[in-house]
């Protein structure tokens, strides 16, 4: 069953959202020694992997300048080699790879409408 793609694009952002309230004022060493914000960081990479998805290719064109494989694919390596995961790369998406991806999803949105 195929979802509606401005649904998909908002839980995205929303959660995009999320992650930038929960780390306000923290610092990689904070994530680091909070076992419960980083499960959460986590979790909600894992829906924002999750949710692009449900995002059609030919939408994904609009935007060639996003990693979208390696999005689509960081849940897998979240999911199923959490035990191998480092702070630093979850810090590195989070402050380097989030506000990009949130700057593209937001033209997909444009696209839609």
Known sequence: MTRDVGPVLQDMLDTIALVDTAL???????????????????????????????????????????PWRAIRGIGNILRHEYHRIADDMIWTVVVRDLPALRVAVETLVSKIE
Request: glycine share 4%.
């Open 24 to 66: 306000s004022g923290k610092s990689r060493e904070d994530l680091g020694r909070d076992a419960i914000l980083r499960l959460a960081i986590q979790r909600a990479i894992e829906i924002i992997s999750e949710a692009s998805r449900h995002i059609p290719d030919e939408l994904l064109q609009h935007t060639p300048d996003i």
